[in-house]
């Protein structure tokens, strides 16, 4: 009697969180994001809009009056109801503006035209805003460029190893930047790899780096967001409905035409996803311009992180604000486009790909070629830095030595417990970066969930959503510092602490939720409404349906999102610092950063362990994912 | 149904809760030392736990000198406890919670700039964060060289170590520089690396170096000569130094005189590792330490400073973390080999602590919007 009352008990609770499964996860979530990332950015934002504790706009007035930071828009925003100066001014301007485009060479010695648009204007100052967006734009161009040829072969074509790859593609993501320039230095300086390559053929050496200091920062984008690009690309494309192809075939398509209109129009909103998180992201990049470009290339981000080194933290907070804001913007912007798509696909049945090299005629076909060529492209742009890492870690001045893995190894065995271990560091990578993934993945599925197909209301959630990836790096970890390491005051002089593994999980599964719920709602935005309403109107509860129909549709978009997490989780430096000092809990980046000093071969060693232990679990988790995609 | 358990395991697991953690401030009575003088005690308290904040490479470099610090100090004083604290940006995470009233963690700072002194007084009362040093009580303050004082105004700190801001260059493609005009001129035209001064000591070093030799109202010319000549500024050290500079990019690199001395350590070509000293000088960058308002181990701090320049810890300090003592000659052993390698400018340059107050960030902010502004 009392086992059959447990048991009714047990299904009746049962039955209650399944009915409240994606409420209570969504409860969760906003929990999580409220002091993770609200309370964070709050504290410093705050300080943009009030002067010892008195609202004002003075400090945006300040900012966007200065032609040092918004150029010609300073006189718009100086007087804005002057418009009939304004529109002479522009007028004036317009008259003036001519575009040619050129054939120019931009790799030295390399025979290879490329047309080159130029624009010739009369002395248009874009300010540090205008040429942040600038830079922005052409890295997201290169990287779209540089990513959907690999998200094309990855999901057409069948080769040993494709899997490997794909779950490969986003490893640049979690390199620290101080490790990326050093890559590039490593690659394409004059004594670099490459030189040292095409020295062998009697070539060179050339300037690569200081040939152009802009196409090199732009070419360190794409070597970041690329894999992106393909990445979330991939996912879109492995759950392409064929049969919704083979119809097209059947009444009487071209496969171009086919593709044209039935494939592109499936995958254009993961396209223009990664397009977007690649814009955003070199909106706000940081150390990678200065470390590779110089001062010349300053964009937003550097003024932020100088206004809070010297604290100044109005300033710093309006010239977030306004980042944030345009961010925000833009993704609406995409949003609103992203909802109105409704697609009818009702089935995730992947194309089936062909061999890459069947035969030695194929092989020689020219796409074929023209995919041998991109290779090794990829192989210098990607590959290259990473190798010539990996050498820099066992090279010093009289040729190859195990040095710096002699000074991990001494480390982990005779460091002190203030030290920094390196074992250490690869357990907490490793956890929380799991963590992370069991955290993220539920929360980005409910974001997807709440805002995919929604109306305007649903698109403004999904906004905020993207917070994380819409704030200032160095704003949000000041922000951490003030709000949750100092303590958040409580009246009678109580004050409560958030930190330790717990809080960094919790900070990570923040900045990675975003990617999950990229990956995702492209894809389910494109399933058929009809399968929901049809498994509800036979009873299923709203989270059944969506365990039972959707998600298993979109199960590449999940991976591919689950990959993100943990890669996220894996690369974060800005928080994971901020939340570890004076504790156990430091990360592989962390520890990279801290062995840096005079020489850099130490951090060099630790840079090549993260890459080699990141490389491994993405293959596990990719892997592991794999079993559930089919 | 694999797919299905997948999704329900994913799509079923809870957020974990916070890790919160309550205090309580303390009651902050020792706040203001500065009327105090900290009289020398008849039985000072030589026990318990001192801790001292300050940067990462003391502790988590190769070979640093904090570990020693820790073991010798220890050693002679049993009762006490050294613990190393690092705090994430420098003195600004104390600046900030001493404006934000929270607690702060530490009773001896290590590694202050002068920049870092004009810093705190910028934003916090005059002469606060750190107590007004009584040096009668710190018996070898009188051991640290002339020109190494830091020109406090409050007596905050004392210096315990120093380093030089040079030039690193390569003899077989440029000559040795004579003077800051030189890099003007055609011979080092796409030659030398510097540092972004907002956020690089070395870099913000040089940039004062020039404002010291060309004034206030002429160093902006100069960096436009600077400019005009191609010279490139990276963010920070380490790229200009291990990116740039070793890779061959460029032949010249501001860099720290003691660079011999890791070349000599890795073997690499002398003859890249040149140092130049251009006017005859050199830009130096003393490191001071402190003891905080609101220390609780006020008498053991005291040791510590008295302690830290002592011959052996000086010796230690300066060959493991590769700077220069702070204390003279007489009264520190070198090894002849760092001897032969760190080398000394003829004359060293300083922008004290009267001219950087009120005056630093203008003269770095009206620097950087030269360059960066496009």
Known sequence: MRAAGLRRRSTAVRRWLEHHALSLTAIATAGVLAVMLYLPVGVVFVNAAFDDGVATLAFFREVLTDPFYVGVLADLFAEPLAVRAHLESLLGWLAAVSVSISLEYPIPGVPLPIPWPSLETPGIRTGLFGFTAYQAALSTVASVALGLPAAYILAKYEFRGRRTLRSLTILPFVLPGIMVAVGFYAMFGRTGTLNQLLGIAGLGPYPF????????????????????????????????????????????????????????????????????????????????????????????????????????????????????????GLTYAYLRYESAQSGLARGATSPSRTPLFPDLRTALSPRRVAIVGYGILTLVVFVGPMASLVVGGVTDGSGFTT?????????????????????????????????????????????????????????????????????????????????????????????????????????????AYPFV????????????????????????????????VELPLVASGIVAGAAFAFAISIGEFSSTVILASGGDTYTMPVAVERYLGRRSGPAIAMGTVLLVITAASFV????????FEG | MKRRTFVGAVGGSTVAGFAGCLTRDGEDDQGNGTETGDPEPEDPDLEGELRVATYESMVDGENPAGPWLKQAFEEEYPD??????????????????????????ADVYLGANVDDLVRIDDNLD?????????????????????????????????????????????????????????????????????????QSDPGQAFLLWTIDAYGEDGYLDYWQGLEENGIRVLNDWSESYTGAYMEGDRPMVVSYSTDQVFANQYDYDMSRHQIAFPN???????????????????????????????????????????????????????????????????????????????????????????????
Request: aromatic fraction near 8%; proline fraction near 5%; include cysteine.
């Open chain 1, 209 to 328: 780096i200081e040939w152009n200091p802009l196409a090199i920062v732009i070419v360190a984008h794409a070597f970041y967001n690329a894999p992106l690009v393909a990445r979330v690309t991939v996912a879109a494309w492995e759950s392409v409905d064929v049969r919704t192809v083979e119809t097209a075939r059947s009444l009487g398509a071209s496969p171009r035409r086919a593709f044209r209109d039935v494939v592109v129009p499936q995958l254009l909103p993961a396209v223009l996803t990664g397009a977007l998180l690649t814009f955003i992201f070199t909106f706000m990049t940081f150390p990678i311009v200065l470390a590779l470009g110089g001062l010349q290339l300053a964009t937003v981000e550097v003024w932020i992180y100088d206004r809070v080194r010297r604290l100044a933290y109005s300033e710093a907070a309006t010239l977030a604000v306004l980042e944030t804001v345009l961010s925000l």
């Open chain 1, 403 to 511: 040095r710096h893995y002699a000074f991990l190894l001494e480390r982990q065995l005779e460091g002190a417990d203030y030290q920094t271990l390196p074992l250490v560091a690869i357990r907490n990578s490793l956890l929380f970066g799991l963590a992370t993934l069991v955290v993220a993945v539920p929360m980005g599925i409910v974001v997807s969930v709440v805002t995919v197909r929604a109306d305007r209301g649903g698109a403004i959630v999904d906004t905020l959503a993207m917070l994380p990836l819409a704030v200032s790096g160095v704003v949000f970890g000041i922000g951490l510092l003030q709000g949750l390491v100092f303590g958040i005051p409580l009246p009678g002089g109580w004050r409560i602490q958030v930190t330790g593994a717990v809080a960094i999980v919790a900070a990570h599964a923040v900045a």
């Open chain 1, 517 to 548: 719920t990229r990956n995702i709602s492209p894809l389910l935005a494109n399933l058929d409404p009809a399968m929901v309403e049809s498994a509800r109107a036979l009873g299923a509860s709203r989270y059944r349906a969506l365990r039972d």
């Open chain 1, 620 to 627: 596990v988790v990719d892997r592991v994912g794999g079993r």
């Open chain 2, 80 to 105: 006490a406890e050294l613990t190393w604290t690092i705090p994430n940006n420098g003195i600004n995470d104390y600046i900030d919670r001493e404006q934000q009233g929270a607690d702060i963690d």
């Open chain 2, 126 to 198: 005059d002469g606060g964060l750190l107590r007004d040093l009584n040096v009668d009580r710190i018996d070898r303050a009188d051991r640290i060289r002339d020109g190494l004082d830091m020109g406090d105004p409050h007596g905050r700190v004392l210096a315990y170590d120093t380093g030089y801001i040079c030039l690193v260059y390569d003899e077989n493609v440029v000559d040795e520089p004579e003077t800051l005009d030189d890099l003007t001129e055609p011979a080092y035209e796409d030659a030398l690396l510097a540092q972004n001064a907002q």
């Open chain 2, 280 to 374: 005859d000088q050199g830009y130096a960058n003393p490191e001071g330490m402190g003891v905080f308002e609101g220390a609780s181990e006020v008498d053991l701090a005291y040791e510590f400073l008295d302690f830290a320049l002592s011959s052996d810890a000086q010796a230690q300090i300066a060959q493991r973390n590769v700077q220069f003592p702070a204390v003279a000659a007489e009264h520190v052993d070198l090894d002849e080999e760092f001897d032969r390698y760190a080398h000394v400018p003829p004359e060293a340059v300083t922008v004290g602590y009267e001219e950087l107050r009120g005056n630093l960030d203008g003269w770095v902010e009206n620097w950087a919007r030269e360059f960066a502004s496009q």
